[in-house]
């Protein structure tokens, strides 16, 4: 009697602790499963909508061969989070360069967009004369009226899934021209990039 009370009750944990196994596995299998599929990580991606020119003041210094130029450009831009939670990235600065000199930056701060957001953001970008003088190719280029310019962001930031935080950054960079006859933007050219 003992004994079969003993095997039936060694019966009953082997069957609990079987149980026990199987329904973790069957959970580990599960958060696998939704890792990598509806909580995979995906690339918050920037992009450029729309950039126009705000203010353009050109002035010729001919005795001195030189020039003064003062452009601001408005440039709409939106982050894209097509993640299941949210992105959350940190202070970062828009860069604006001329034939690879940094002539003017703007901060953009700390900010988060929810998951599946797409987040419009307005970033005016002005570029300082006073770095310009210096260099010798921007008389040439305003004189033909077109000056080349780059633009760079970069966004550093975390994306929370399953309580892991996964470290993001995505990066746009745009080559394009303003002509200072007419005061618009072309010969654009956007690149994009993220990590994970």
């Known amino acids: 009697m003992d004994v079969e009370k003993a095997n039936h009750s060694r019966n009953r944990t082997c069957c609990c602790i079987g149980t026990t196994i199987c329904i973790i596995i069957a959970i580990v299998i599960l958060i696998l499963i939704l890792a990598f599929t509806v909580f995979k990580p995906k690339r918050p991606v920037i992009s450029y909508n729309n950039m126009s020119v ?25 982050v894209k989070n097509p993640n299941e939670a949210g992105f959350k990235y940190s202070d970062s600065t828009a860069f604006i360069n001329y034939r690879g000199q940094l002539v003017g930056e703007v901060p953009i701060p700390a900010d988060q967009i929810s998951a599946g957001e797409t987040k419009a953001m307005n970033v005016s ?34 994306v929370k899934i399953l309580g892991f935080k996964i470290h993001a950054v995505s990066t746009s960079s745009c080559d394009f021209s303003v002509y200072t006859s007419n005061r618009t933007i072309g010969d654009q050219s956007c690149q994009y990039k993220t990590k994970l």
């Open 54 to 78: 705000k203010d353009l003041d050109v002035s010729f210094d001919i005795t001195k061969f030189k020039v003064y130029l003062n452009v601001t450009l408005d440039v709409d831009l939106s």
């Open 125 to 158: 970008l002005t570029l300082l004369a006073d770095r310009l003088l210096s260099n010798s190719d921007i008389y040439s280029d305003v004189k033909s009226g077109v000056v080349p310019l780059n633009s760079y962001i970069r966004l550093p930031g975390k």
